[in-house]
């Protein structure tokens, strides 16, 4: 990219950060040692909805990252249209189109990683919010793990998130 040498790791597919097959649990200790400067996350644009949770959950881990909205051919074929400006603006991070069995986008994505890579803003300041009661519950649990040593080099927000959905892998932190 631009004459920098960038180290990329494929890590296995997988739809979601939950832990609950090995493919998952391989990706998200990658992603939480703490190892990778940044995360590029491939989206299949066809199926946008399905492939957003693992965004989601990727922002949640507060982890800086470029959107490369993949098979936008397809999406558009199919009728789907996505504003990836928009979708930037939502989600807090560079969002790129892209068709990679066509190399469409690839300097795209080059550029976006490099600018994340510099940029001191690099991670999202987007936060699911879970309605009223449940981010009551949030900010409790929250609050109680910001004095528990073994919460640190976590996000916070993500680690309660987890926690309150029964992740038995985050709850072997506390153990």
């Given at each position: 990219c631009r004459g920098h040498k960038l180290t990329l790791v494929d890590l296995p597919g997988t739809y979601s950060?939950?832990?609950?097959?090995?493919?998952?649990?391989?990706?998200?200790?990658?992603?939480?040692?703490?190892?990778?400067?940044?995360?590029?996350?491939?989206?299949?644009?066809?199926?946008?909805?399905?492939?957003?949770?693992?965004?989601f959950q990727l922002l949640e881990m507060?982890?800086?990252?470029?959107?490369?909205?993949?098979?936008m051919d397809v999406a558009e074929g199919g009728g789907v249209r996505i504003d990836p400006k928009r979708l930037s603006e939502q989600l807090g991070v560079r969002v790129v189109p892209t068709v990679a069995k066509k190399g469409?986008?690839?300097?795209e994505v080059c550029e976006a990683l490099m600018s994340t890579y510099?940029?001191?803003d690099a991670v999202s300041d987007f936060r699911l919010d879970y309605g009223?009661?449940?981010?009551?519950?949030?900010?409790?649990?929250?609050q109680a793990l910001a004095a528990d040593d073994r919460a640190s080099g976590y996000d916070?927000?993500?680690?309660?998130?987890?926690?309150?959905?029964?992740?038995?892998?985050?709850?072997k932190i506390f153990a």
């Open positions: 950060m939950t832990s609950y097959s090995l493919e998952e649990r391989i990706a998200r200790g990658f992603l939480l040692s703490g190892e990778p400067d940044l995360v590029l996350d491939v989206v299949d644009a066809s199926n946008l909805e399905r492939n957003l949770v693992l965004t507060r982890m800086p990252m470029v959107v490369s909205l993949n098979m469409r986008g690839k300097k510099k940029s001191k009223p009661q449940l981010e009551q519950s949030l900010a409790t649990v929250e916070l927000r993500w680690l309660t998130v987890r926690l309150m959905a029964g992740d038995q892998e985050v709850r």
